[in-house]
């Protein structure tokens, strides 16, 4: 199922039960034959509100994780066995009207909440595909320097120096702290220049030359490292198909 067919088919059923049988109720217990009735539906709606206020009271943390996701649906079986149960003790009262008609309009629009099974399926069947992959990483005796440099480069990523950062590339960071220093020390100038600041700027200038000096000296090289390894990965992986797809020839 696309993507968009898959947000559309979620949006649309959790709409669709918001306009449910379960607002209907209140308008129509008043007309019950026994107060009974009236505190059964009332009690089902607060045990459904208990349970998805449960769910929506999270931290942003654990919202949407495998294990919130796994409440959800078994608030929502709980939530479907107790309706079975309200219909099947009070029939006498669904069927009649306009009852019978909110009924079926219910289950009409249950029938939706079986494209957002659907489309979790899907998406617990691409994750598995990333799991195997990530298996045949962690089997092998390089994986755990190339997940500590992995970590390395993410928490260096959320230094609070680097939130506003250009790019998280050394030399990026030193221009910066160049130019916030130049910019320090010619906001402070009066002229004339005393020794002491004239000798600050100039090791300021300095200091930008030879940044300067490392960027025009390595971008050229980089630039083509990185065009070696992008052809590089294209070959591999073209050499590789055609390996796997050309039958073993026997000389």
């Not at 049988?21 to 059964?40: A, F, G, K, T």
């Not at 999270?58 to 078994?74: A, F, N, T, Y």
């Not at 079986?77 to 069927?95: A, P, R, S, T, W």
């Not at 200038?205 to 590089?232: C, H, M, N, S, T």
Request: hydrophobic share 35%; aromatic share 10%.
């Amino acid at each position: 199922m696309p993507a968009t067919d898959c947000r559309e088919a979620s949006s649309a059923s959790f709409s669709g039960f918001g306009f449910s049988i379960l607002n209907r109720w209140p308008y129509q217990v008043h007309s019950m034959d026994s107060p009974c009735q009236d505190i059964e539906f009332e009690s089902f709606q607060k045990q459904v509100a208990d349970r998805f206020n449960n769910l929506a009271a999270v931290d942003s943390d654990e919202l949407l994780s495998i294990s919130w996701i796994g409440k959800l649906l078994d608030a929502f079986i709980c939530c479907q066995e107790e309706f079975g149960l309200v219909v099947f003790k009070n029939k006498d009262f669904l069927n009649r009207h306009p009852m019978d008609r909110y009924i079926s309009e219910f289950f009409e629009r249950s029938i939706k909440a079986l494209d957002v099974c659907n489309a979790i399926r899907d998406g617990i069947e691409k994750i598995k595909q990333w799991q195997m992959q990530l298996e045949i990483v962690l089997q092998f005796v390089w994986s755990t320097p190339i997940i500590s440099l992995h970590e390395r480069i993410l928490e260096e990523s959320r230094k609070r120096d680097r939130r506003n950062s250009c790019g998280l590339l050394k030399e990026i960071r030193l221009i910066e702290k160049c130019a916030q220093h130049m910019n320090e020390s010619t906001d402070s100038v009066h002229f004339p220049l005393n020794e002491l600041k004239e000798g600050e700027i100039k090791e300021r200038i300095r200091e930008l030359r030879r940044v300067y000096g490392a960027v025009k000296d390595g971008l050229d090289p980089l630039e083509r490292q990185v065009r070696e390894v992008f052809w590089r990965i294209v070959r591999t992986r073209t050499d590789g198909l055609d390996s796997t797809r050309r039958p073993n020839s026997h000389d």
